[in-house]
Nanobody, 124 residues
């Protein structure tokens, strides 16, 4: 079992930056790929970014490429999502997830564990 807790969400203005954190506990976090997903009201959960277990490889959704950066610190059992140049359409609940089913996981069904989410609201 891996328990994940997100933090760092909030209300910001368009163009601002925000860093989300994901604290992991339980089984060894360092063997899991990690991902961030988001879900806006009335929409399906969508992939944002993923990082391999060792932090070497990353993959991003086109909508956030160049603005968001995913990272992790396995020594601290932490994952991060640095978000820059935020837009109103980035408003959503953001979830971190951990999965064993590959190196870079962009589909939600590939993940084994999920956090409860943190709200990000970007005003125009």
């Amino acid at each position: 079992q891996v328990q994940l807790v997100e933090s760092g969400g909030g209300l910001v203005e368009a163009g601002d930056s925000l860093r989300l954190s994901c604290a992991a506990s339980g089984r060894t976090f360092g063997v899991y790929a990690m991902g961030w997903f988001r879900q806006a009201p009335g929409k399906e959960r969508e992939f944002v970014a993923t990082i391999s277990w060792n932090g070497v490889n990353t993959k991003y959704a086109d909508s956030v490429k160049g603005r968001f950066t995913i990272s992790r610190d396995n020594g601290k059992n932490m994952g991060y999502l640095q978000m820059r140049s935020l837009k109103p359409e980035d408003t959503a609940v953001y979830y971190c997830a951990a999965g064993l089913n590959g190196a870079l996981l962009s589909a939600s069904y590939q993940y084994n564990y999920w956090g409860q989410g943190t709200q990000v609201t970007v005003s125009s």
